[in-house]
């Protein structure tokens, strides 16, 4: 559409500096190195603290982001790179299987911003990956901080006295619920 752009959010501020780990597939190296450029300016901008790692290829973010989420060593995520139409059906999967598992993660409260390109062709990648053109990996190092900012909202105003499974109706399957809990 014509004469029609996007707003983009403000960043959020931190009381404390978010730990943000980029993960990326360098498969094409030119790309990933423009998002990673994008991300790392974005993520400096908001004051956070950023490691990186490189893993095969997009298939493989989606993983590596729920190993590094299980350590407890970040507050968010950046997964970056980029997948071009080839002449097989293997495009769709590492599309839509990458996605998939990057929203996944996110329902499960992982704040992850997903800078993964999905595109027709080389021209395409370069336009969305370069950081004074779409930015695409600038806006996934943002979507990852607003989702932090949010995770922090809300584990803010959670009672502090009630641990997580104190708040939770235990749910039986079969037979008597047993312990203190039980009817």
Known sequence: MAGVSHYEL???RFDAPPRLLIVVSPYYREIADGLI???RAVAE???AVVDQIDVPGALEIPTAVG???RSGRYDGFV???CVIRGETTHYETVCNDSSRGLTLLGLEGVAVGNGILTVENEGQAIVRADPAGQNKGGGAAAAALHLIALS???A???PQSAPDTEDRDPIRLA???EGPNGA
């Open 156 to 158: 803010a105003t959670r």
């Open 37 to 39: 450029a994008g991300a």
């Open 45 to 47: 901008q908001a004051g």
């Open 152 to 154: 922090r909202k809300y």
């Open 10 to 12: 403000p960043l959020p």
């Open 175 to 177: 037979g008597r619920l």
């Open 67 to 69: 190993m590094a989420a």
């Open 79 to 81: 997964a970056l790179g």
